[in-house]
Nanobody, 132 residues
Framework: QVQLVESGGGSVQAGGSLRLSCAASRYTYTYSAYCMGWFRQAPGKEREGVAIISSGGSTSYADSVKGRFTISKDNAKATLYLQMNSLKPEDTGMYFC????????????????????????WGQGTQVTVSS
């Protein structure tokens, strides 16, 4: 099945930036056919959606990161990215890359609303720590 490997996490001061990457391999279908997403989980909290990019290219973000984070993908490289700017301490957590096969026409907004359970494949996660 699809293998996802995240990288780019680290420790940064508030206001700083990080760029996460997620390399995909062993996928059955064309990479562009997958809905891709970034999720995060803080200590003691449930996993939550951060940003989604649909197979059609639409994007959606959690309200808490709108205007600060940008999700993108490079289909030729089968790689997903999350550019995180103006980081805040509350952004701290383990960030996971995920993939799903969803029917055509499903928007990123809809995919985000469906939650983590909709996504079939997951990476191991990369830690992001933001200090005040």
């Amino acid at each position: 099945q699809v293998q996802l490997v995240e990288s780019g996490g680290g420790s940064v001061q508030a206001g700083g930036s990080l760029r996460l990457s997620c390399a995909a391999s062993r996928y059955t279908y064309t990479y562009s056919a997958y809905c891709m997403g970034w999720f995060r989980q803080a200590p003691g909290k449930e996993r939550e959606g951060v940003a989604i990019i649909s197979s059609g290219g639409s994007t959606s973000y959690a309200d808490s990161v709108k205007g600060r984070f940008t999700i993108s993908k490079d289909n030729a490289k089968a790689t997903l990215y999350l550019q995180m700017n103006s980081l805040k301490p509350e952004d701290t957590g383990m960030y996971f890359c995920a993939a799903a096969r969803l029917p055509w026409g499903v928007t990123a907004i809809q995919a985000l609303a469906r939650g983590p359970g909709t996504f079939n494949y997951w990476g191991q996660g990369t830690q992001v720590t933001v200090s005040s």
